[in-house]
């Protein structure tokens, strides 16, 4: 049996972290683990993850470049499990996710499921993800412009035999963007319709989560060229 690491950036999480994990645990198996990369929280997040007291839950500080890009980096560094799922803080996974998405694997390297977006109530806000951003398959849609939300991934290891390490420059390439175009580019990807989480959206949220970019025309055409000239190094 495959062994699964949960990778978990946190960073100032304390008002969800716990309601993620139980969402979490109760979904892996006793050999499985969670990973969480801790970006100097200075609130009470990791007291919190360590008063859950389970030994799969191994927590590690980010000491490399701070940021969640950098954070997530760490996270997957750390982990050692068979199948990689990404996950945030602060969202709630829905009952049979791991096993759906387990499913999913068996004929792809890389699943991308669908997600019920909700505020900071957990109160649905879209019944879907996809729909409401026309999600598709393709390399070259995704290139120009991914729907993939990182939280909503989950791939197997021999991915990060071209993912790693993340380009340098995590401005011009997000951690979710760089591993969509890497799954789009040399392996095979999978979407899975069924929304799997319980996508949280609030104030403190770090991405747009597959919104609109708040990103200039120019900085968005240099963040494709810089991810390009990157693609093309880890094809040698």
């Not at 993340?166 to 760089?178: G, I, T």
């Amino acid at each position: 049996m495959k062994t699964i690491s949960v990778c978990i950036a946190t960073y100032n999480g304390e008002r969800y972290i716990q309601e993620q994990l139980f969402s979490i645990l109760k979904q892996l198996s006793l050999v499985d683990e969670i990973i969480i990369s801790d970006d100097h929280s200075i609130d009470n997040t990791i007291n919190l993850i360590k008063s859950i007291n389970d030994s799969r839950i191994r927590i590690f500080q980010n000491d490399s470049e701070r940021g969640y890009t950098g954070n997530f980096e760490n996270a997957i560094r750390k982990s050692s499990g068979d199948i990689i799922f990404l996950s945030d803080q602060d969202d709630v996974w829905m009952d049979g996710k791991v096993e759906k998405m387990l499913v999913s694997l068996e004929k792809s390297d890389m699943v991308i499921s669908d997600a019920v977006i909700v505020d900071s109530e957990l109160k649905s806000v879209f019944n879907s993800h996809f729909e409401l951003n026309q999600t598709r398959k393709g390399f070259l849609i995704n290139f120009l412009k991914t729907r993939y939300i990182g939280a909503c991934m989950a791939f197997h290891r021999k991915i990060l035999d071209k993912a790693l390490p993340f380009p340098k420059n995590h401005r011009l390439c997000a951690h979710d963007y760089w591993l969509t175009v890497i799954g789009e580019g040399y392996y095979k990807v999978v979407l899975e319709s069924t929304p799997l989480i319980k996508y949280r959206r609030h104030s403190e949220n770090a991405s747009t989560g597959g919104g609109k970019s708040p990103n200039s025309i120019a900085k968005r055409v240099k963040v494709r060229f810089y991810v390009l000239y990157e693609l093309i190094k880890r094809a040698f």
